[in-house]
């Protein structure tokens, strides 16, 4: 078969490019990767100063904006943090990644309310987002609402029965209950229990839940 020398130009010019974007993509993953073990080594000023100068040429990427948010929440500076996590949702209104972040971060700034608020936000644009949740169950326990938090951390587990804090909580606001309170059948207190042990080695290996912990993804 022939092929004009035109055409091979083009196609040799369409692979040149390919291979160029796959090559891209590539060293940018590492290069987020390396950033993300800065965040978790905790140098998180070192963490911000690389994401400011790579926001330079990616002023709306929504996975450099969340990074730099969570390190700035995660040195107390929330004023700022706040005005980068609303800076990615203005991007994108619906990303349940910076609701949930919003979310944290009133929590971290003892706002209980507001964070209600942006954990039901992130709900309603993601009714199964991983532990939005859990984190009102944590609310709602704090205001000693244990029945709904109960119900919260039970919805949890629906979502994901892999959720070792979820289990906890929901086991010993169960195990600490009234008599009259609300019962549960028999299999599933056993499902609790096997849950709960079968989690105990990720449950105290895990760190004080934070920003670290959430969302950089997917």
Same mark, same amino acid.
């Given at each position: 078969?022939?092929?004009?020398?035109?055409?091979?130009?083009?196609?040799?010019?369409?692979?040149?490019?390919?291979?160029?974007?796959?090559?891209?993509?590539?060293? @940018?993953?590492?290069?987020?990767?390396?950033?993300?073990?800065?965040?978790?080594?905790?140098?998180?000023?070192?963490?911000?100063?690389?994401?400011? $100068?790579?926001?330079?040429?990616?002023?709306?990427?929504?996975?450099? =904006?969340?990074?730099?948010?969570?390190?700035?929440?995660?040195? $107390?500076?929330?004023?700022?943090?706040?005005?980068?996590?609303?800076?990615?949702?203005?991007?994108?209104?619906?990303?349940?990644?910076?609701?949930?972040?919003?979310?944290?971060?009133?929590?971290?700034?003892?706002?209980?309310?507001?964070?209600?608020?942006?954990?039901? $936000?992130?709900?309603?644009?993601?009714?199964?987002?991983?532990?939005?949740?859990?984190?009102?169950?944590?609310?709602?326990?704090?205001?000693?609402d244990m029945k709904m938090a109960m119900e919260y951390y $039970?919805?949890?587990?629906?979502?994901?029965?892999?959720?070792?804090?979820?289990?906890?909580?929901?086991?010993?606001?169960?195990?600490?209950?009234?008599?009259?309170?609300?019962?549960?059948?028999?299999?599933? =207190?056993?499902?609790? =229990?096997?849950?709960?042990?079968?989690?105990?080695?990720?449950?105290?290996?895990?760190?004080?839940?934070?920003?670290?912990? =959430?969302? @950089?993804?997917?």
């Amino acid at each position: 078969m022939h092929i004009s020398g035109r055409k091979l130009i083009r196609y040799t010019t369409l692979c040149v490019c390919a291979a160029w974007v796959a090559l891209a993509s590539l060293a @940018c993953a590492a290069h987020i990767e390396a950033v993300d073990r800065t965040i978790r080594d905790g140098r998180y000023a070192e963490a911000i100063a690389q994401l400011d $100068k790579d926001l330079i040429s990616r002023p709306n990427d929504p996975d450099l =904006i969340l990074r730099k948010g969570i390190c700035q929440s995660m040195l $107390k500076r929330y004023a700022d943090a706040r005005a980068t996590f609303e800076m990615g949702l203005a991007l994108d209104p619906k990303a349940p990644r910076f609701l949930q972040n919003l979310g944290l971060l009133c929590m971290r700034e003892k706002k209980f309310d507001e964070a209600e608020t942006w954990f039901k $936000k992130t709900l309603a644009v993601r009714p199964w987002h991983p532990e939005a949740n859990f984190h009102l169950g944590v609310i709602y326990e704090g205001r000693g609402d244990m029945k709904m938090a109960m119900e919260y951390y $039970k919805r949890e587990l629906n979502q994901n029965a892999r959720c070792a804090k979820a289990w906890q909580r929901w086991y010993l606001l169960k195990s600490s209950a009234q008599d009259g309170g609300e019962r549960f059948s028999i299999p599933l =207190i056993l499902l609790a =229990i096997g849950a709960t042990a079968a989690g105990l080695f990720v449950l105290f290996r895990q760190k004080k839940l934070d920003e670290k912990e =959430i969302e @950089c993804a997917k």
